[in-house]
């Protein structure tokens, strides 16, 4: 890892008299006065500055004035992630005197980011590391008022972080002044979770397609644009497969239900994914290619749920809860599965209110010292084991099986055995759950001996089997009996018949019983449940959907 220094100046580094020329050509000079602000916050900034002579200052606008956060100096620019997604800005930008200064527009900056080696990777990892500066010093244009107790807080918190937005948070069962806070708003109990967006809407318990839309999160889509591929889902397949199409000069569209990354992105951490010998966290893995596939020109509409697939005919559309309608040449379905819920009447109760779908950051936070429950025998219930022991009092692992073996990898089960404060349950299962509003203990029997236990325990994690979120589809492709996609072989001659295939070649490894409509990762029939296959099925399948356009 680098140092501290070694950080700082990866984060904002200083070009030279050539890197600068060479940038010359893709923008034009200008001056500022002092004071001039060149940017302000909640805007959407079409530029960049790099900083010739003089000297410009980055701020945060906070309710008590200006938090200072850079002085630029001559031989720096401007910028973070926003620049690749076109998001509106964080900061305030100012000239402190008077400047001189070479303004480069996004469109500009995003041909650099892609022919430039050497410039691209100076600005990349520049605004990767600056952004998750921002982050980690919360220096956004969001304020969160929730409760612990709260599912739809824990579902916003959830939404900002899986999605990289910096955030505030006040937590009102026990910060002291939050009353103050909650008058002059004339906020009431039942208006929790209230989200201050950009310091200036006040969004009541909002959806999040609200508060995507309030902070600008996605790509104006222009209405009858055909684009060349539209991909369903931003898991890992879903990235993959857009990197690789935008990056071969596909016209590429993705819609995401909520964050980039899909299950994969809720792992603590990945340990046996090639390149990453120390491990990286689902959340890492999803916003590096999120931001790949954005450097490559791929627009990610965030928030953006699939509500039904008009395959009839071609172009396909794809309409959106929303209301919006997409249209694409081809399609690459990549929407994953989801865990399977307990088969318990009151589960719904205690979803996002002790009874969890995720381990991440956000809902460790909120187990902090005490007891929990993971139900799974797989890899995501062994990484959130490991990853809550560090955190959690004691971690219970039920799993119905009479071992491990069978269903998670060695390294895991090793791991596991080697912490003390995780106790693994064989022939196990919950049983019942119990709580006033939010979950506050459960009850677990042993198949061999018949022998329940009641505890008091008021977080559960769930992540067993999976389901496939194929029920947008409605009857447009074939499916197996579990409802996962099949595809390529897989298909049958009366399969083939009953969806009248047309053509008289077969379908294409991955392609459905639909020409043109592809489908991998986790949602297909088939698939190895792991994030290096679904990269390579998101990857091939570009190859493929070539050829279908070319026909």
Known sequence: MPDPTERSESMFPKLDAAQIARLAPFGRQRSAAAGEVLFEQSESVPSIFVLIEGSLEIVQ????????????????????????????????????????????????????????????EIFLRAFLLRRTALIAQTSGDVLLLGSSHSADTLRLKSFLTRNGHPHAYVDVDRDPGVQELLDHFQIRVEDIPFLIC?????????????????????????????????????????????????????????????????????????ENYLGFPTGISGEDLASRAFVQAEKFGASVAIAQVAAHLLCESRPFTVECTGGDRVQGRAILVATGAEYR?????????????????????????????????????????????????????????????????????????????????????????????????????????????????????????????????TAWLRGCLALDGKNFIKTGGDLLPDELAAANWPLRRAPHLFETSRPGVFAVGDVRAGSVKRVASAVGEGSVAVQLIHKVLAE
Request: aromatic residues 4%; proline residues 4%.
């Open 341 to 469: 819920k307990l088969p318990l009447s009151n589960l719904a109760q205690f979803e996002g209110a002790g009874i969890y779908y995720g381990a991440t950051h956000v809902e460790a936070n909120l187990c902090q010292g005490e007891e929990v429950a993971i139900v799974g025998g797989g890899n995501s219930a062994g990484q959130a084991a490991v990853f809550l022991s560090g955190r959690a009092r004691h971690v219970h692992l039920l799993v119905r099986a009479g071992s491990l073996a069978q269903s998670m990898s060695r390294y895991l089960i090793r791991r596991i055995e080697e912490i003390p404060a995780i106790t693994l349950r064989t022939h196990t299962q919950i049983e019942a759950l119990e709580g006033n509003g939010r979950l506050e203990r459960l009850t677990w029997r042993n198949a061999q001996t018949n022998a329940a236990e009641k505890h008091d325990i008021r977080h559960l994690f769930s992540m067993t089997g999976a389901s496939p979120n």
């Open 61 to 120: 606008p906070a309710c008590e004035g200006e938090i200072p956060i850079r002085v630029v100096e001559p031989g720096e620019f401007t910028g973070e992630v926003n620049m690749l997604s076109g998001r509106r800005s964080l900061v305030r930008a100012r000239a402190r005197a008077a400047s001189q200064l070479l303004e480069i527009e996004r469109a500009n900056m995003m041909r650099i980011v892609q022919t430039d080696a050497e410039l691209g």
């Open 198 to 270: 950009r310091g200036k809407r006040a969004l009541r318990n909002p959806s999040n397609a609200e508060v995507a839309a309030c902070l600008g999160f996605n790509p104006q889509i222009e209405e009858g644009t055909v684009h060349d591929l539209i991909v369903v889902g931003a898991g890992p397949a879903g990235l993959a497969a857009a990197v690789y199409a935008a990056s071969e000069g596909l016209g590429v569209l993705v819609l995401e239900s909520s964050a980039p990354g899909g299950q994969a992105g809720s792992s603590s951490r990945i």
